[in-house]
Every structure is written in structure tokens, then in C-alpha cells.
């Protein structure tokens, strides 16, 4: 089980690989539709929000749309190659298990 | 083990749910159908357009045709400006600016075949065909909906198969034209838009702003 140390901590969580996927592929994602797409409470997807961004893989922004505020996030080069190294251990595990 | 392979699936399904344009609203294909409704009724009862008429009597044509192209234009118009008001509404409760890459792809793909649809028909009008329009739009619509279903809800795929499915109808029966036409953009619209609505969009409204 010694490849299990190559995961990375900041991505343990369902939650967080999600939030991960679905900015991997988006420029910008708002945090109503990521509550959507995860189907998170606002509190929980705040708090795994928090904690990757206190990693430096991703960031936010405050906008308007139109008079209503938005906050919308996207990934960091740190965190889009955490992410891509992420999924290869995966691979590598399940591959070699 | 399981565990890893289970959020490698979900990984997947979010990054394919969510590089797609999910805000188109139902609200506008409904508006789209009453528009073209509207204006098959205005066709067939201040133009007196129908089907067997534009195939046999030249002259009836001749008289007909300009009216029936700036006709198509208003309606055209309209449902243009009711289905982006609706769609742009509803990417506004979503916290989200319309002009995004997803929106881009969506256009673009509906845009091809919608272009060539309309330019092609612009010829044959010219040549003096002017029946085929019916049926051309249908098809060259449903192509667009095809094309442009990958990055929206899939849904949209059947629709633009059952466009092009009546628009073939309407082809080899070519009186019944005018009746597939309204079905086509006006009824299928409206059926399409009203699922839609109660499938995606009824539970985000009654979140309150």
C-alpha cells in the first residue's frame, strides 16, 4: 500500500475531487452551479472550497452579473497539475491492484 | 478499490455535465412555438397560404412569396429575442455570465448548419422554388439541434430528429407542408419547451433571488 502516499491529502475528499473536475474543464464556474452540480449545502461546499484554496489550487472572484454579486472559481496551474498528477496515482493504483 | 473506481466515474460525468451549456431555458422554446404559430395562423388565414396553392398557381405565388419572407423575418425576430431573453434570465439566477464557452460552442455548432439552412433557401427562392423552404428549414433546423445537442441537454437531440423526420414528411407530401411546418416549429417547440421546463428549470425558480 505504499503508492497510497503519492495521493494527495487536498483531494481526499469526494467533494473536493469533484470541485476539481468540474473547474479542470471550465474557465469559470460560479458557486450556485457548483452547488448544483455537486449537489452540496452551501456551508460544506464552502468549507471544501476554503481548503483548496488555502492549497493554491484554485481561486475565486467577485463579480456582478448584471446587479447581483457572484462569486466564480477556477483552477490554478498548481492545482491543475496536483489534480493531473492525482488522477495518475490513481490509474497506477487501480492498474496495479 | 471500488471506492477509487466510483469516484472515477463520477469524476467523468461531472466533467461531461458540466462543459455543457445547461441554462438553455424551456421557457424559451415555448415562446419560440407560439411565435411560429402565430405566425403559420397569420400565413394561412390573412395570406391564404396553403400547401397545394404554392405548388400549382404560379401567380398566387408571384403575390405571395415577398409577403411571406417578411413575414418569416418578424417571426423569426421575435422568437430570436424571446429564446435569448428567457435563456439569458436564467444563466443570470445562475450566477453566470451568457457569453461563456460553453455558450460559444453551443452557438457555433447550432450556427453551421442554421446558416447553411438559411443561405440555401435564400437560393431557392431565387430560383423560384418556393415550396421546398418549408421542408428545408425543417431539416436544416433539426441538423442544427443535432449538431448543437452535444453541448447542451441531450434532449435536444431528439428534437432536432423529429424536425428533420417532419421536414421529410413535408417533402414527399408536399401538401401537408404548412401543417408540418407549424407542427415542426410551433408544436414540437412548445411540447419541447414546456418538458423542459418542468424536468430542469421549475426547481431552480423557486429558489427566490
Redesign the interface.
Known amino acids: 500500500m505504499q503508492i497510497l502516499q503519492n495521493f494527495n491529502k487536498a483531494f481526499e475528499s469526494?467533494a473536493r475531487?469533484?470541485i476539481m473536475?468540474?473547474l479542470?474543464?471550465?474557465?469559470?464556474?460560479?458557486?450556485?452551479?457548483l452547488k448544483?452540480?455537486?449537489s452540496m449545502t452551501d456551508g460544506n461546499l464552502a468549507t471544501h472550497l476554503r481548503a483548496l484554496e488555502e492549497a493554491n489550487y484554485i481561486t475565486f472572484k467577485k463579480?456582478f452579473?448584471?446587479r447581483?454579486p457572484?462569486?466564480?472559481y477556477s483552477v490554478t496551474v498548481d492545482g491543475k497539475k496536483a489534480f493531473e498528477d492525482h488522477?495518475n496515482e490513481?490509474e497506477k493504483?487501480?492498474k496495479g491492484? | 478499490?471500488n471506492e477509487?473506481?466510483e469516484?472515477?466515474k463520477?469524476?467523468?460525468s461531472?466533467?461531461e455535465?458540466?462543459?455543457k451549456f445547461l441554462s438553455l431555458s424551456g421557457l424559451s422554446g415555448i415562446s419560440a412555438g407560439v411565435c411560429a404559430l402565430l405566425g403559420a395562423w397569420y400565413a394561412y388565414a390573412k395570406l391564404h397560404v396553403d400547401g397545394s396553392s404554392l405548388l400549382s398557381i404560379p401567380e398566387v405565388r408571384q403575390e405571395i412569396v415577398p409577403k411571406l419572407v417578411l413575414e418569416a423575418i418578424v417571426v423569426l425576430g421575435f422568437a430570436l429575442f424571446f429564446g435569448v431573453f428567457f435563456t439569458v434570465r436564467k444563466t443570470?439566477?445562475?450566477?453566470?455570465?451568457v457569453w461563456?464557452?460553453?455558450s460559444k460552442l453551443l452557438l457555433l455548432n447550432l450556427m453551421i448548419p442554421l446558416c447553411a439552412g438559411g443561405l440555401f433557401c435564400l437560393g431557392m427562392l431565387y430560383h423560384g422554388f418556393f415550396w421546398l423552404c418549408f421542408p428545408a428549414t425543417l431539416v436544416f433546423y433539426g441538423v442544427a439541434l443535432v449538431s448543437a445537442s452535444k453541448y447542451t441537454l441531450h434532449d435536444l437531440f431528439y428534437l432536432g430528429i423529429a424536425e428533420i423526420a417532419l421536414g421529410l414528411i413535408a417533402l414527399f407530401l408536399a401538401k401537408y407542408n404548412l401543417i408540418c411546418w407549424s407542427i415542426g416549429f410551433g408544436v414540437l417547440h412548445i411540447v419541447y419547451g414546456s418538458v423542459m421546463y418542468f424536468k430542469y428549470d421549475r426547481q431552480?425558480s423557486d429558489i427566490p433571488?
Open positions: 469526494k475531487l469533484g473536475s468540474v479542470m474543464v471550465n474557465e469559470v464556474v460560479s458557486f450556485i452551479v448544483d452540480l455537486l463579480e452579473i448584471g447581483k457572484s462569486t466564480v488522477l490513481l493504483f487501480i491492484s | 478499490m477509487h473506481l469516484n472515477l463520477e469524476i467523468r461531472l466533467m455535465r458540466s462543459s443570470r439566477k445562475q450566477g453566470l455570465s461563456n464557452k460553453t431552480e433571488n
